[in-house]
């Protein structure tokens, strides 16, 4: 079981960056999907989670309206959409399935991190 992230860089503020992140040794359409981030010194958030069952997507607060998290099963990868970028976006972007749902649980199987970088 792998997941590989990529996609991060250094962006301006009100920049988009897009996420990937692909699976390797099982199918992603069997689990809730989700992408957290770790700033320095904060502990690790939540941010966007797509769910197996219906596709149904939430966002935290922070990032709603902004931040889009999809699935391409065919491709076996998930995405994170990014807009209108802001420096407290910057952290390190997670991929990881979530159990036991999107509304109640935590990550389990981790990906790497990408670094995702915010500034003028």
């Known amino acids: 079981v792998q997941l590989q992230a990529s996609g991060g860089g250094l962006v301006r503020p009100g920049g988009s960056l897009r996420l990937s992140c692909a699976a390797f040794?099982?199918?992603?359409?069997?689990?809730?999907l989700g992408w957290f981030r770790q700033a320095p010194g904060k502990r690790r958030e939540g941010v966007s989670c797509?769910?197996?069952?219906?596709?149904?997507?939430s966002s935290a607060d922070s990032v709603k309206g902004r931040f889009t998290i999809s699935r391409d099963n065919a491709k076996n990868t998930v995405y994170l959409q990014m807009n209108s970028l802001k420096p407290e976006d910057t952290a390190v972007y997670y991929c990881?399935?979530?159990?036991?749902?999107?509304?109640?649980?935590?990550?389990?199987?981790w990906g790497q991190g990408t670094q995702v970088t915010v500034s003028s």
């Open positions: 040794g099982f199918r992603l359409d069997f689990y809730n």
């Open positions: 797509i769910s197996k069952s219906d596709d149904s997507t």
């Open positions: 990881a399935t979530v159990d036991p749902d999107c509304r109640t649980g935590w990550g389990e199987y």
